[in-house]
């Protein structure tokens, strides 16, 4: 194990709680799927099991390939990828499969999997903001550039996940929002776009 570990790169405390975070969802999975393997499977649970095990194993994969790559690299595809995750969201509202009275996901034809968009989402606004955060570090923060730079990307992937999921879209605006301040965005800016969109939609409603 402890050769495993040393041959993996990055950060071995992540590696381990991955790994630990996916031992505990094979035994949640075993033993929480039981009333849906009797519908699907007659009552075998090994399907649902294997399925899960192979999603981990291919996802295991994803992640030491994923820690290979410079993070640099990352940075900039953040960018260009933004809008790409904002037509995904768009798309996943207008076409997205329904599952559990929600319509959340995307299945992807050739696999026939689903996925949400919004865990991608989330990733690709997260990697963003760091890269704004770190390219701005040493210059002074305009209105100008908290409008353009961090709200307009931060409201519109929110906006588009929150008819579909609320709890996510403003859980992602807060940590958004808790990131902006670590990264020393003065809070009068955040502050000042707020109570600009507030008199906007104050004076929208007067008209």
């Known amino acids: 194990m402890n050769n495993l570990v040393h041959k993996l790169r990055g950060d ?40 899960h095990g192979l999603m981990l194993a291919t ?43 929600a319509s959340r996901w995307i299945t992807i034809p050739i696999i026939n999997q689903s996925f949400q968009t919004s865990d991608l989402a989330k990733v690709v606004l997260i990697v963003y903001l ?23 990307p931060v409201g519109a992937i929110c906006g588009l996940i929150l008819p579909a999921n609320f709890s996510t879209a403003a859980l992602l605006f807060l940590l958004c929002m808790i990131i902006m301040f670590i ?11 707020g109570c600009r969109s507030g008199r906007l939609h104050v004076v929208d409603h007067g008209q």
């Open 183 to 193: 990264g020393q965005v003065p809070m009068k800016r955040l502050l000042h776009c």
């Open 12 to 51: 071995r405390v992540i590696w381990m709680t991955a790994l630990f975070l996916g031992l505990i969802s094979l035994l949640a999975v075993y033993s929480s799927i039981s009333s849906l393997a009797f519908k699907r499977e007659g009552g075998s649970t090994l399907h649902f099991l294997f399925k």
């Open 59 to 101: 996802g295991g994969v994803i992640m030491y390939y994923a820690s290979t790559v410079k993070y640099t690299i990352y940075s900039r595809l953040s960018m260009l990828v933004i809008p790409v995750t904002a037509g995904l969201l768009l798309l996943t509202l207008l076409l997205g499969s329904n599952i559990n009275d």
């Open 130 to 152: 760091a890269r704004v955060l770190g390219k701005h570090h040493d210059q002074e923060w305009t209105f100008r550039d908290v409008v353009l730079q961090l709200m307009v």
